[in-house]
């Protein structure tokens, strides 16, 4: 035969049955079948086990019902606990309600403080502390996210359809959304700056120059037991024929006739008044006069409004 077809492996020659050492198999005996090798099967192993995890581990999960995954402890892992689990996020919960409760509690404290007072004693509660600006104002964003309406996109469309070279003052403008809704020119002024476009000062001393403004805005800031010496300001800086706008909460008012008469006292006349908003009335002034800040007429205010605990 030609070597090119021939197979050394099992090749019939003697030295390769000496290589393989065949052995006769016994057909008498049981479990063997004549002209078969048998081979003796290993049990399968079922392992989950990761890299890296102790022989134990893996002798551990073998040992369970195979086909199943057990989760491996590792040895510097705390044990798992349902319970404990379940309890920390209990407590995680109630730390969020008592954070919360603190915060509501000195919102209610700051509100009641801004209308029980004078503005320039107002003033003092955020000289004194720093971050009580801060809560007020994100106690407020709560409270108006509760409103069926937001009063200030109100005068926001009013102040859309005015001329475009309009001058308007925000008394209380908080962070500054009128001035940033509008094409105008808007000079936004609180107690104290949320922001670098916000200029500080009590409502009743602006920096502002006399008659430099055609509207002012008083969206839910007629707070303070001196309120006339707001409407003289606004009188001082507004030019004649100019229009004060304001927005307050309904609840706040015993008589809008007698508000509306001592609004007129310091040099206005009323234009219009919109009490069917829900929650809200909204009133627009015109400027007919310059009273002067020594302006005799007597003080005035609104009912404070205060939240009750929820």
């Not at 670098?196 to 403004?213: E, F, G």
Request: hydrophobic share 35%.
């Amino acid at each position: 035969m030609s070597k090119l077809f021939e197979c050394p492996e099992w090749d019939c020659a003697s030295n390769t049955s000496k290589k393989y050492n065949f052995k006769k198999v016994d057909s008498s005996a049981k479990g063997t079948k004549t002209g078969k090798i048998s081979k003796k099967k290993k049990p399968k192993r079922h392992s989950f086990a990761t890299k890296g995890d102790s022989e134990d581990n893996a002798a551990s999960t073998n040992s369970g019902n195979p086909g199943k995954f057990v989760r491996i402890q590792k040895a510097d892992e705390e044990p798992f606990d349902a319970k404990k689990s379940g309890k920390k996020v209990e407590m995680e919960s109630l730390r969020d309600k008592l954070i919360g409760s603190l915060k509501g509690s000195r919102f209610r404290f700051i509100n009641e403080q801004l209308y029980t007072n004078e503005g320039k004693d107002a003033a003092k509660i955020f000289d004194e502390d720093a971050t009580a600006f801060k809560v007020y104002h994100e106690g407020y964003r709560q409270q108006v996210s509760q409103w069926p309406l937001n009063p200030l996109d109100v005068i926001i469309k009013s102040i859309r359809k005015m001329p475009k070279d309009y001058v308007v003052g925000d008394f209380g403008c908080g962070d500054a959304r009128l001035a940033q809704s509008v094409p105008h020119k808007v000079y936004s002024l609180d107690l104290v700056a949320a922001n670098q476009d916000v200029i500080a000062c009590d409502m009743a001393n602006t920096p502002l120059k006399k008659n430099s403004l055609n509207v002012v805005v008083y969206c839910l800031s007629l707070m303070g037991t001196n309120l006339k010496d707001f409407l003289l300001e606004a009188n001082r800086v507004l030019k004649m024929g100019g229009l004060v706008k304001i927005a307050e909460v309904q609840s706040r008012f015993v008589s809008v006739k007698e508000f509306v008469k001592n609004v007129e006292k310091c040099g206005f006349k009323l234009l219009d008044k919109d009490l069917r908003k829900n929650y809200f009335f909204f009133m627009t002034f015109k400027k007919i006069s310059n009273t002067g800040k020594d302006n005799k007429c007597e003080n005035f205010s609104l009912k404070p409004c205060l939240y009750k605990k929820r």
